[in-house]
């Protein structure tokens, strides 16, 4: 994606949402120069990927942040070119910043430059976050942004990562506990995105292999046919409805690891039973941060 109308690279359609939140106050203990530390800190995190098709025209990344400190706090964004390059996308640096009691995630609103150039399948750029002061803590720092090509007489497939915060250790399926609290009943959506439409008769299978969690322990096992495209073959008469650009696979959470351990994960893979579609990121990684 190397040239386009840069017209479309308007800074006032794409800001990243600031509050007006200063940071926490630094207050002074005892001698001359000491610090009051935090009684905790708000922990915030980036989703790993976000994919888009390139028509899309715009890509939201959600920062997210934990409601068990809600602490004032702030962190820096900074974006980085890879495959992707300014002539692909346009997203500025800039600051985050939480007010004391907000527990509201954040977006960042990137725009994407829908050219009609045939380019690499899948281009990338990185966002990256830096706690400012001590009463932030980054859980996961680096977010990619993919764009898929649609430009393209393929039909292109990818999974994302995906990535949420612990907020409690069950041991088993048996004990009721909230694993990441952003979850609603412990379910973990995995998104599976197209460069366009899904077509009828489309049709993946979806899977999950272990990494340091466990099937059956740490989560429910996922083998199954995912039928896609409920779109609209080219021989159908009349109006019909069109296929979407991307679907969840859902794999339910049963207990998170150990207390103390480092960040635990296992992979969804997806591959492809109908022909026609080309899968060019068919393994994600799914974390639970600590």
């Avoid at 495209?229 to 021989?235: K, S």
Wanted: glycine share 8%; charged share 10%.
């Amino acid at each position: 994606m190397r040239l386009m109308n840069t017209k479309l690279l308007r800074p006032a359609v794409a800001a990243i949402a600031l509050s007006t939140a200063a940071l926490v106050p630094v207050t002074l203990l005892g001698g001359q120069g000491s610090v009051a530390s935090p009684a905790c800190q708000r922990v915030v995190w980036i989703d790993p990927q976000t994919s888009v098709r390139e028509a899309a025209g715009t890509m939201t990344m959600t920062v997210h942040t934990d409601g068990a400190c809600s602490v004032s706090g702030a962190v820096a964004v900074t974006t980085t070119p890879g495959s992707a390059t300014s002539a692909d996308f346009w997203l500025p640096d800039g600051e985050l910043h939480w007010d004391e009691g907000d527990t509201s995630n954040r977006t960042l609103s990137v725009v994407i430059n829908n050219d009609s150039l045939a380019e690499a399948p899948i281009e990338d750029f990185q966002v990256a976050l830096t706690a400012i002061g001590t009463s932030t803590r980054v859980a996961a720092a680096i977010g990619q942004g993919r764009i898929l090509d649609d430009d393209t007489p393929f039909l292109l497939a990818a999974v994302d990562d995906v990535a949420c915060l612990r907020s409690d250790t069950g041991i088993g399926p048996s004990i009721p506990t909230i694993i990441c609290g952003q979850l609603t009943v412990n379910v973990l959506p995995v998104p599976v995105v197209f460069n366009r439409p899904a077509p009828a008769g489309l049709a993946l299978i979806a899977y999950t292999s272990n990494g340091t969690m466990l099937a059956g322990t740490h989560y429910l096992p996922v083998n199954q046919f995912l039928a896609v495209g409920e779109g609209c073959p080219v021989n159908r008469p009349g109006p019909c409805t069109a296929g979407p650009t991307s679907v969840s696979v859902n794999v339910q959470l049963l207990a998170a690891p150990p207390p103390g351990t480092a960040d635990n994960y296992f992979t969804m893979n997806i591959v492809p039973v109908s022909s026609g579609v080309t899968v060019v990121d068919s393994s994600a990684r799914m974390t639970i941060l600590s």
